[in-house]
């Protein structure tokens, strides 16, 4: 049985900002962290997408040095207090997303927490959504392209995954996440630093110019080790798979199991070239 939570905030259902939420997690305020009232990068839904100003670019850069000696919790605490109700999450189930979860279920599960459903997911996948939410009582919405795969695949004579899978990211994952963003000022992702190089100079907050949001990376610090040592330790529901062998888990037509000694991203579009699938590229 699912447990009962606090319903997610989602622009579409309420456009006043109302702050005030109950943080789990002190932020220390000799960190010198911007207030509300000064954040940067807070935008208004009529003006998006838009272009922070150089100075708002600043502050950001200055705000993630800040908190660069941050714990996650601390992290997702300030992102709450600055951005909530206009903080979302995207999560692909992920060991980071899980761990985020569980944190953002003790500093506000209001959040509205989101997975781009490409239709292309493993069923092991969508049936972590189910025990996340028996255990959190977060429940992650599904969001899908306008076509389903049936649709999209008929209409490109066969599945665009084979062919040309940007191709395909772009239209399943990139197009959904630009039309979520709208509405929202910040959105946070489990991405950590040590996962490959192109994600090595990740900021802790920086500005999104793909989806017009602020992008906050709580666990960007952290190690692979960090991350596994805390779902042991709190016991936290994850991805079967991962004991499979799927270091890293996508879509099913574009993930295989890792050989021992290979890169943990090393299963992902495997012999294709393609590293990302572009919700954490800058172009
Ligand atoms: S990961 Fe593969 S199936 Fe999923 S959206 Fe990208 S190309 Fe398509």
Not at 10 to 18: A, G, Q, R, Y
Not at 77 to 104: D, H, N, Q, R
């Amino acid at each position: 049985m699912i447990a009962t939570r606090p319903r997610a905030y989602h622009p579409k259902m309420d456009n006043t900002i109302h702050h005030g939420a109950s943080l789990g997690a002190a932020i220390p305020s000799e960190r010198g962290f911007v207030s509300r009232n000064d954040s940067p990068g807070r935008a208004s839904p009529s003006l998006w997408p838009r272009t922070p100003s150089p100075e708002e670019l600043d502050a950001l850069a200055r705000q993630s040095q800040l908190l660069e000696t941050a714990s996650p919790e601390e992290i997702i605490a300030w992102a709450v207090k600055t951005y909530f109700p206009k903080l979302t999450m995207a999560t692909a189930f992920g060991p980071e997303g899980c761990v985020i979860l569980s944190m953002l279920a003790k500093i506000e599960p209001r959040v509205y927490v989101f997975n781009l459903d490409t239709g292309y997911q493993f069923p092991e996948t969508l049936e972590l959504r189910d025990r996340i939410a028996q255990r959190y009582g977060i429940v992650v919405d599904l969001q899908r392209p306008d076509l389903s795969v049936e649709e999209y695949e008929k209409l490109n004579g066969g599945p665009v995954y084979k062919t040309d899978p940007d191709r395909c990211c772009h239209q399943r994952k990139i197009e959904v996440l630009q039309r979520v963003a709208r509405g929202f000022d910040a959105w946070m992702s489990g991405i950590r630093r040590d996962q490959s190089p192109h994600r090595a100079g990740a900021p802790i907050v920086g500005w999104d110019k793909k989806f017009g949001l602020v992008k906050i990376s709580p666990l960007a610090n952290w190690t692979k080790r960090q991350v596994w040592d805390r779902i042991v330790y709190e016991n936290i529901p994850y991805n079967p798979l991962h004991d499979r062998g799927y270091t890293s888990i996508g879509c099913w037509p574009c993930t295989r199991a890792v050989m021992f000694g290979e890169d943990e991203r090393a299963g992902r579009w495997s012999g294709t070239g393609k590293i990302e699938c572009g919700l954490h590229t800058s172009d």
